[in-house]
Nanobody
């Protein structure tokens, strides 16, 4: 499985930004997709998941501001971010699991200016 993330950039606090992740390869057995992020000088942290049945889970600090969706036809996953805060600044990584294997996309940088 290969994952390709895109859509990062610079946005002002309070603004919105959407990230996309395109999946290719053996995608039919993907059980969960999601996003992680890593802020400068910090460890990578989980942001949210979307399961095969469409159920989503989010880190508390992004609930109500971030939305993960998945298009199974286009094999893409999106992260819609709104009401962005400077503390959301990080490199965002898309992620998926196939059976017991984990796969990561390359990161895309999101910078939120105050």
């Amino acid at each position: 499985v290969q994952l390709q993330a895109s859509g990062g950039g610079l946005v002002q606090a309070g603004g919105s930004l959407a990230l996309s992740c395109a999946a290719s390869g053996n995608i039919y057995d993907i059980s969960v997709m999601g996003w992680y992020r890593q802020a400068p000088g910090k460890q990578r942290e989980w942001v949210g998941y979307i399961y095969k049945n469409g159920r989503t889970e989010y880190k508390d600090s992004v609930k109500g501001r971030f939305t993960i969706t998945r298009d199974s036809v286009k094999n893409t996953m999106s992260l819609q971010m709104s009401s962005l805060k400077p503390e959301d600044t990080a490199v965002y990584y898309c992620y998926c699991t196939v059976v017991l294997e984990s796969y990561w996309g390359q990161g895309t940088l999101v910078t939120v200016s105050s």
